[in-house]
C-alpha cells in the first residue's frame, strides 16, 4: 500500500510482480485503478512516509493499514515511533521499520542553531537592520564539549559536523562500543555527571516512559554557565515549565527547540517570545533531500521483503510498544 504521490517517485523502483495499492490524495484505495476496500486489497506492506504523515489522506491511509488483514510489514519515514498507530500495528503482529533518511538534514540544522547563536545571529542581523557597523565578538565552537543524548543515526550525524569545528564529543547510548565519530561514549546513567561539563547538549533520542521529561529541574541545574539546550527529539523528553523557569534564570543561556509537547505550539506560549529560545515547527527534519533518500531506503527494504532477506532498521516491538 503506497501513497499516491509517492508511488509516482518510485514507479520505477518497485519489483517486478508487486502490485501497488495507491490511496489517492481523496482517501480512496484503488487496485487496478478500480475502488477498493482494505480487505479486498489485502496489502502485505505499506509506506507510510512524510508524504503520508503531512497529506490530507493520513487518517483515511493508517486505518486501511490497520484493517488490512494480512499485513506483515510497515516502512516508516520516521525515526521514531511513539505515535499510537505503530504500537497498534506491532501489536497486530506487524514488522516496523524507520527511516533516518533525515538524519542529515536534522544534523545541519543542529549546527545552525548552535552557530547562530555562538556567532550572535539575531544581534548582527538586529545592527544590519540599524545599518550600524557593530564588530561582534563571537564564541567558537572549536574547543567547546558537546553531550549528545541518544547516539543513533542522528546523534552520530551531528557529532560528525560538530567535530569537523573541533569540538569534543560525548555520545550517551546504551551500546557502550567505541564510535569514530565520539570521543566518548558512556551510558545513559551518566548523563546527571557530564552535564556539568558540556557547552551543548543535543537531545535525539526516542521518547519512552524513561525518557519522558529527562529535561527536569535536577537535568538543568546541572546544565553549565552558557550552555545551549537543543531539542530535535520529542517534545515530551522537556518539562516545559522547568525549561522555561531554567532560562528565565539564564542556565542554560539559550534553547534551541524544533518540538514541543504541543504541536503545533500553541499561539499564548511564552516560548514564541523568549529571547533565549529559538524555535522552530518541528521542521529539522524537513529538506531537499529527505525524500530521495527515505524512497530509497523503502525501495531497498521492499526488494529484500519480496526476496525473503532480512530488513534493515528493524524497531524493537518493546521499544515500539513502550512508547
Given at each position: 500500500?503506497?501513497?499516491?504521490?509517492?508511488?509516482?517517485?518510485?514507479?520505477?523502483?518497485?519489483?517486478?510482480?508487486?502490485?501497488?495499492?495507491?490511496?489517492?490524495?481523496?482517501?480512496?484505495?484503488?487496485?487496478?485503478?478500480r475502488?477498493?476496500?482494505?480487505?479486498?486489497?489485502?496489502?502485505?506492506?505499506?509506506?507510510?512516509?512524510a508524504?503520508?504523515?503531512?497529506?490530507?489522506?493520513?487518517?483515511?491511509?493508517?486505518?486501511?493499514?490497520?484493517?488490512?488483514?494480512?499485513?506483515?510489514?510497515?516502512q516508516?519515514?520516521?525515526?521514531?515511533?511513539?505515535?499510537?498507530?505503530?504500537?497498534?500495528?506491532?501489536?497486530?503482529?506487524?514488522?516496523?521499520?524507520?527511516?533516518?533518511?533525515?538524519?542529515?538534514?536534522?544534523?545541519?540544522?543542529?549546527?545552525?542553531?548552535?552557530?547562530?547563536?555562538?556567532?550572535?545571529?539575531?544581534?548582527?542581523?538586529?545592527?544590519?537592520?540599524?545599518?550600524?557597523?557593530?564588530?561582534?565578538?563571537?564564541?567558537?565552537?572549536?574547543?567547546?564539549?558537546?553531550?549528545?543524548?541518544?547516539?543513533?543515526?542522528?546523534?552520530?550525524?551531528v557529532?560528525?559536523r560538530?567535530?569537523?569545528?573541533?569540538?569534543?564529543?560525548?555520545?550517551?547510548?546504551?551500546?557502550?562500543?567505541?564510535?569514530?565519530?565520539?570521543?566518548?561514549?558512556?551510558?545513559?546513567?551518566?548523563?546527571?555527571?557530564?552535564?556539568?561539563?558540556?557547552?551543548?547538549?543535543?537531545?535525539?533520542?526516542?521518547?519512552t516512559?524513561?525518557?519522558?521529561?529527562?529535561?527536569?529541574?535536577?537535568f538543568?541545574?546541572?546544565?553549565?554557565?552558557?550552555?545551549?539546550?537543543?531539542?530535535?527529539?520529542?517534545?515530551?523528553?522537556?518539562?516545559?515549565?522547568?525549561?522555561?523557569?531554567?532560562?528565565?534564570?539564564?542556565r542554560?543561556?539559550?534553547?534551541?527547540?524544533?518540538?514541543?509537547?504541543?504541536?503545533?505550539?500553541?499561539?499564548?506560549?511564552?516560548?514564541?517570545?523568549?529571547?533565549?529560545?529559538?524555535?522552530?515547527?518541528?521542521?529539522?527534519?524537513?529538506?531537499?533531500?529527505?525524500?530521495?533518500?527515505?524512497?530509497?531506503?523503502?525501495?531497498e527494504?521492499?526488494?529484500?521483503?519480496?526476496?525473503?532477506?532480512?530488513?534493515?532498521?528493524?524497531?524493537?516491538?518493546?521499544?515500539?510498544?513502550?512508547?
Amino acid at each position: 500500500m503506497i501513497y499516491e504521490p509517492s508511488y509516482r517517485r518510485l514507479a520505477g523502483s518497485i519489483p517486478e510482480g508487486v502490485e501497488p495499492v495507491l490511496m489517492g490524495e481523496d482517501g480512496v484505495l484503488r487496485l487496478d485503478g478500480r475502488e477498493v476496500a482494505p480487505d479486498e486489497a489485502d496489502a502485505r506492506a505499506g509506506w507510510a512516509n512524510a508524504d503520508v504523515f503531512f497529506g490530507p489522506a493520513a487518517r483515511p491511509y493508517m486505518v486501511a493499514l490497520l484493517k488490512s488483514p494480512n499485513l506483515k510489514w510497515v516502512q516508516s519515514g520516521a525515526a521514531g515511533f511513539d505515535q499510537p498507530i505503530f504500537g497498534q500495528l506491532v501489536t497486530k503482529g506487524v514488522t516496523l521499520t524507520t527511516s533516518h533518511g533525515q538524519a542529515l538534514g536534522m544534523a545541519e540544522y543542529v549546527l545552525w542553531g548552535v552557530l547562530d547563536h555562538f556567532q550572535r545571529g539575531p544581534e548582527r542581523r538586529a545592527a544590519q537592520g540599524r545599518h550600524a557597523w557593530d564588530r561582534l565578538a563571537f564564541r567558537e565552537v572549536n574547543g567547546s564539549h558537546w553531550l549528545i543524548v541518544g547516539f543513533g543515526s542522528i546523534g552520530q550525524a551531528v557529532a560528525e559536523r560538530a567535530r569537523a569545528f573541533g569540538a569534543r564529543i560525548t555520545g550517551l547510548r546504551r551500546n557502550q562500543a567505541p564510535h569514530p565519530a565520539a570521543d566518548a561514549i558512556a551510558p545513559l546513567e551518566a548523563l546527571h555527571a557530564l552535564l556539568p561539563e558540556a557547552d551543548v547538549v543535543v537531545l535525539s533520542i526516542p521518547l519512552t516512559p524513561d525518557s519522558r521529561h529527562v529535561v527536569d529541574d535536577r537535568f538543568l541545574g546541572a546544565m553549565k554557565d552558557r550552555s545551549v539546550l537543543v531539542n530535535v527529539g520529542r517534545g515530551g523528553l522537556v518539562d516545559e515549565a522547568a525549561l522555561l523557569a531554567a532560562l528565565d534564570a539564564g542556565r542554560p543561556e539559550h534553547a534551541v527547540l524544533d518540538v514541543f509537547e504541543t504541536e503545533p505550539l500553541p499561539a499564548d506560549s511564552r516560548f514564541w517570545d523568549h529571547p533565549r529560545v529559538t524555535l522552530t515547527p518541528h521542521a529539522s527534519g524537513i529538506t531537499t533531500g529527505q525524500h530521495t533518500r527515505n524512497d530509497a531506503l523503502f525501495a531497498e527494504n521492499l526488494r529484500r521483503f519480496v526476496a525473503g532477506q532480512d530488513l534493515l532498521n528493524v524497531a524493537d516491538p518493546k521499544d515500539v510498544l513502550a512508547g
